[in-house]
């Protein structure tokens, strides 16, 4: 493949080949679902951190990505933040970390969640809502070697609400990919999209529409999504493709052993998500 | 006005009729733009604390609501927190609090955020993003004495790309409202909508198809808006209407005085705010 990528999509397709898995793993530390043990020994904002940790330790020869998301942290306060910023440094560049934020705001405020993710806490990449317009999203793509998740069709039932209707004959959600495109065209970061597992045929027609850009896949497993059918309408090469699971993985096991569990199904979901190699 | 009112609404209203007033005060505390001798004082996020709480007491006689935005909190991590916090604790019940963070996730995940800023930091109420439909935005619904602020039409530039896009006949931004009316009819929470001032027009179409709604309108001043021509179409009275200040107030003096030039502008909004009675 010899098309060109801007850093950040040249930095995921470097992890994804080494470890041949697209698999991103989302850490979602639900309070009510980690192992309760951790509970009797931590505080609770130490308890998911210490989850999490332990889980990317285990997963790590099998994650290309790691997706922390942001609420199951804040909802902790300033430990929770403190949690979010061990979790982060843990991965240690063995992986792309990619903050689940779903942030967008005027552009003078934008630019401050931009520093806050992209500086303060280090992290490659982050998720966007697209509702703003342009001067919400571009102050992400300032930055020159991170990369942009902008949701265009997402995993739940809501995603039909608005991101299904239809404008001059296409959805919302296909409007949101071509502005999208347009804005990555003009900006040293990189976009990408989120299209939810859920929707195979969504995913199908916005791949159409965003030929080489890197497409952050939610849904599949707890969610419902089937990762052969997403891999073929995603054009799963590398760089191009990551796709997330959370809770199948994190909530293997409620015992002292939930982090060898959690990589025994991050190995065999990275089994069933290799990159296709250009032929 | 006989119509019905839910809670967050009521209060809303005693506030604005007590005070006269239908001013918001906007606490977005850029440090590049705070009265610089507080960073010489102070380490940043408690400079931006002591800024944000000298403005609330010296305007509290004139602001029947304040609206922290989360970003420039957050962008000092964890000690950013606890200055929103602080913030927060120290309108201690004089006003409403819009705790401004545009949200929106997964309903799992909404849920986590609902609980951060209404059980933890204690906002009476929070701005969302309509764009992942009704399960990221009926979480926050579930809190019977709280206001929920959808994003509808915005004041920035970029509301042009997406809300403004027709389907059947009407832009985006209206078939947000109708479906904010439907959620507001099946939950406890109050629903509300986001406005912006710098267009009337869409301000007025959107209190057309929400009459009884409060809407919180930011961009005057700084980004443009008339306030004359924003209580013609929003319908001004108590409980309906919020109007957003920030810059114009915040950054009114560079100088020891900063409180007192921020109250002079405030009690001079206020005065071009005052709620209209029901006749």
Same mark, same amino acid.
């Given at each position: 493949m010899s098309e060109y990528m801007k850093p950040f999509q040249r930095r995921l397709a470097s992890f994804q080949k080494a470890r041949q898995s697209l698999l991103c793993v989302g850490l979602d530390p639900d309070i009510e679902r980690i192992p309760s043990f951790l509970l009797a020994r931590y505080e609770?904002? &130490?308890? +998911?951190?210490?989850?999490?940790? &332990? +889980? +990317?330790e285990a997963t790590a020869p099998f994650a290309s990505a790691y997706k922390p998301n942001l609420a199951f942290f804040?909802?902790?306060?300033p430990p929770g933040l403190e949690a979010l910023a061990d979790v982060i440094r843990s991965v240690g560049g063995r992986a792309i970390v990619v903050a689940d934020a779903?942030?967008?705001d005027i552009g003078n405020t934008s630019?401050?969640?931009?520093?806050?993710?992209f500086d303060d806490l280090k992290a490659d990449s982050i998720t966007v809502s697209p509702y703003m317009g342009h001067d919400s999203v571009t102050p992400f793509l300032e930055f020159a070697d991170r990369?942009?998740?902008v949701l265009a069709r997402t995993s739940n039932t809501g995603a039909a609400d608005f991101q299904e209707r239809i404008i001059d004959g296409e959805p919302l959600y296909l409007h949101v990919v071509r502005e999208v495109v347009r804005w990555d065209a003009s900006h040293p970061g990189a976009a990408g999209l989120v299209a939810g597992a859920t929707s195979p045929e969504a995913l199908a027609r916005i791949r159409r529409n965003a030929a080489s850009m890197p497409i952050l896949i939610p849904g599949v497993g707890a969610q419902?999504?089937? +990762?052969? &059918?997403?891999?073929?309408?995603a054009d799963a090469r590398p760089g191009l493709v990551l796709i997330n699971s959370s809770r199948q993985i994190l909530y293997a096991s409620q015992d002292e052993d939930y982090a060898r569990r959690a990589a025994d199904v991050a190995a065999s979901l990275a089994e069933s998500m290799k990159p296709i190699e250009a032929g």
């Open positions: 609770p904002a &130490e308890a +998911i951190s210490v989850f999490c940790r &332990e +889980i +990317i804040e909802m902790f306060g779903k942030r967008g630019r401050f969640y931009a520093h806050a993710v990369g942009v998740f419902g999504g089937d +990762i052969d &059918e997403v891999m073929a309408a």
